[in-house]
């Protein structure tokens, strides 16, 4: 079936749209004409391609994941390298593009909000080779858990500044990314990280990152010369996932797994997972699921990953939930850490702690595979910046490893 | 004067005030500084020159509010406010007063509520009309059927950097008046003498374009001689921030109400 969504309000289904104040619908407006314009526009997708080809280092590698694929003995295993990407995450596709966008509408001040620090890395990053003023948004207990990328972004002269409200996580920088923004609408774009936000940001995010899907299929093709049975990638607001999953969404065969995190379990109230015990609502300009309670207080979200640590999900992944054209499951702290482990000695990979969520799953599906079945996981960061917690981890729970 | 039976509070006081006074409307969230003086507070800012009353339905992410209204809300939420008491609290105001209710507030908590069902309590308990600042025209059908089947104004902003043709399309959706942001940012975060400043062209463009309603402006006044340099062209001017802070300032000493009365009095009529 054809897939069109979002409509021209920015709806997926019954969530998205553009619940923002009045101060930012002129810069949503001024937004989405400047994108409608570069979207098919040869000389910026150019621009766009170029830099992810000889600056990112696209395409990212296909890998057999010859030794997981045994331990399991059912599907063959794949894993989609996004963890090779320049600044080691996904997120610099979504940054560079975004970007772009911004010096085209002449914005000269880019701001962003960013949760493990990826997002911001990313944004730090693609502002130094442009030359932009950056300033970043970063929940107080996120800068303490993911030291490393705030010191590489103040490397990149990027301003990060500590959010010290809510939660002290990534739901409370995007609140302060909003109050700057609305303050500073003139001369500043915000560089949204995630597929969350008002319309038009969850579509034109999406797009920045369909380029892994993309190359998935083309690669697949030439390694198996098929489709996969099977797509899993981890969610926190669902960019890498979305992004991974959108060029398949009309490959009816291909079925695709949402992972969220679960912290300390779905059953818990220390936990992550929006689409499986969260309900509708409204959260930093879209309607979609969310955690809150029965006054529409928003909850403050649990998880081990600052990445996936946030109390909503983009809204095209609640439409996908509902629509049950992508299915979501919740992996807790544990089984995402035990995952951690199991990855870099069977594969010589250290996932970050995000992405290990969706390998967690493979203990799951993989009894349920058959051997000419094929697998890919969204490899979609790497695991230096949670050195920190990995060994506080495997330290306190050396029984449990 | 003679008012028409479909009038509504809102819209009547504007009908009855003199040409040169100007309206004042005051906003407090609901449950700050405590669950008991929200009613004290809102009948004590009548008495005191408040024309309008703007109580605030706390979110624990206000991101359209400044520092001083995010700690209000918190406050209030860790009170324990729910919307059940807040439509209580407007139950025991209305026993004695006729002043215009409005509940202000971010979307989530009354589409968590069920909007259908909230609008008919607001109007149950004697609320006049509704601000909701995240739920723009673009989204406003989420609750304007609603609130137009209960009696209930709806009331949107503009701001200085909304167009001339966005402030016409404001101007014939709001009912009661329309809010007027001074400047772009969030609530409380400027100086009066800032705001002065830059005001005076954005409120011509705003006389030119919204022409159906009154206007009242809001965002950065904190006393009566910003009041009266910022609303000069217009019907009148809301604080909040500014009221809050004094709160925050006095209570709970003993006589921490004197306090903001004294305040909320000098806004109106300036130093006696």
Known sequence: MKYTAPDKKGYFGKYGGKFVPEILIPALEELEEAYEEVQNDPVFLKEYHDLLREYVGRPTKLTYANRLTKYYGGAKIYLKREDLCHTGAHKINNAIGQLLLARNMGKSRIIAETGAGQHGVATATACAKFGFECVIYMGAEDMERQKLNVDRMRLLGAEVRSVESGSKTLKDATNEAIRDWVTHVDNTFYIIGSVVGPHPYPMMTRNFHRVIGEETKDQLKKAEGKLPDYLIACVGGGSNAIGFFYPFIEDEDVKMIGIEAAGLGADTNQTAATLTIGTPGILHGSMSYLLHNSEGQIQLAHSISAGLDYPGIGPEHSYLHDSKRVHYYGVTDQKAMDAVKLVSEKEGIIPAIETAHAFAYLEILMPLTQRDEVVVVNCSGRGDKDMGTISDWFGKNSHSV | ?272
């Open chain 2, 1 to 272: 004067m003679h008012l028409t039976k479909n009038m509504s509070r809102i819209q009547s006081i504007f009908k009855q005030k003199n040409a040169d006074e100007k309206i004042m409307s005051l906003f407090i969230t609901a449950g700050y500084p405590d669950l008991d003086s929200t009613v004290d507070l809102v009948l004590g800012f009548e008495k005191n020159g408040a024309d309008l009353i703007e109580l605030g339905m706390p979110f624990s992410d206000p991101l359209a509010d400044g520092p001083t209204i995010q700690y209000a809300s918190n406050v209030a939420i860790d009170n324990g406010i729910t919307m059940k008491k807040i439509f209580e609290m407007v139950r025991e105001v209305r026993k004695t007063s006729e002043i215009p209710i409005i509940l202000m507030g971010y979307i989530n908590p009354v589409f968590r509520y069920g909007v259908e069902a909230f609008c008919e309590d607001a109007a149950e308990c004697g609320v006049d009309g509704l601000i909701i600042p995240d739920a723009p025209l673009e989204e406003s059908t989420i609750i304007s059927d609603s609130a137009e089947k209960h009696g209930l104004d709806m009331i949107y902003l503009v701001a200085p950097n909304s167009s001339d043709k966005r402030m016409q399309m404001v101007d014939q959706h709001s009912r009661g008046f329309v809010y007027c942001v001074s400047v772009t940012g969030v609530t409380g975060a400027r100086s009066g003498e800032e705001v002065v400043r830059s005001v005076g062209k954005f409120i011509e463009r705003v006389k030119s374009n919204v022409t159906k309603n009154p206007k009242l402006v809001g965002f950065g006044i904190k006393s009566h001689e910003d009041a009266q340099l910022i609303a000069k062209d217009t019907d009148g001017f809301i604080v909040g921030s500014a009221l809050i802070d004094i709160i925050r300032k006095n209570f709970p000493n003993k006589d921490w109400k004197d306090h903001v009365f004294n305040f909320v009095k000098k806004l109106k009529y300036g130093n006696l």
